[in-house]
């Protein structure tokens, strides 16, 4: 299997403005924001989306999102909120298949999702 975009990110054969990683997870920004702060935070394992991960990705997935709530503390997004978007699949949009958690904020959001 060729490597996906965000492989190549994580192993820093493509650039990107990275705001955090540790021996788990990368944040990096997106590179065609939705919103004034938009930050892709990513597992290093390659799980393709969140209907493949396993059992045993239960440590990864929890620590991906409490690293979410962080970074988008960190980008000041606590006080007025943030969205957080797994999109999973044909019909949800998703383009890349490595699981990844969009941290979404600095503008209000509209409901139902588009
Ligand atoms: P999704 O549609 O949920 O699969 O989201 C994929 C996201 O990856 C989109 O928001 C793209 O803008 C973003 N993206 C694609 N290529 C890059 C890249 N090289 N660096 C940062 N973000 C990217």
Not at 53 to 80: I, N, Q, S, W, Y
Request: proline share 11%.
């Amino acid at each position: 299997m060729s490597k996906t975009i965000f492989e190549k990110i994580i192993a820093r054969e493509l650039p990107a403005n990275i705001v955090y990683e540790d021996d788990l997870v990368v944040a990096f920004r997106d590179i065609n924001p939705q919103a004034p702060t938009h930050v892709l935070i990513v597992p290093r394992k390659p799980i393709p989306r969140i209907a493949e991960a396993r059992p045993e990705d239960a440590p990864v997935l929890g620590h991906l999102l409490l690293k979410a709530a962080e970074v988008a503390e960190k980008l000041g997004l606590k006080p007025t909120g943030y969205r957080l978007v797994f999109n999973n699949g044909p019909d949800a949009g998703e383009a890349v298949p490595h699981l990844h958690c969009h941290i979404l904020g600095g503008r209000r959001m509209g409901w139902p999702p588009g």
